[in-house]
């Protein structure tokens, strides 16, 4: 307990000081922020990519099972003229 309340203290004391330091100039702030748009643009990018990777895997999903009912829609057909014919 008394070492919760000694890193306590620490921290008020070191919080104040900070407190009083001098301003940091308006120019030193402006690169700061570069590193975080340039992050925040590589998630959007990310999140894009993963878009046109899910749209393509459906895409070739749906092209799959088209092939697969082609076959099928056909053979019903040629049955139904087959049937129509006799």
Do not use: D, N
Not at 9 to 26: E, K, T, W, Y
Not at 53 to 70: G, H, N, Q, S, Y
């Amino acid at each position: 307990m008394t070492k919760l309340l000694a890193t306590l203290i620490a921290g008020l004391f070191s919080a104040a000081v900070f407190a009083q330091a001098p301003a940091a100039p308006a120019a030193a702030a402006a690169p700061a922020a570069a590193p975080a748009a340039k992050v925040e643009a590589k998630a959007e990018a990310k999140k894009e990519e993963k878009a046109v990777k899910a749209e393509k895997k459906v895409a070739k999903t749906e092209k799959k099972a088209a092939k697969k009912a082609a076959p099928k829609a056909e053979m019903k057909k040629e049955e139904k003229k087959e049937e129509k014919k006799s």
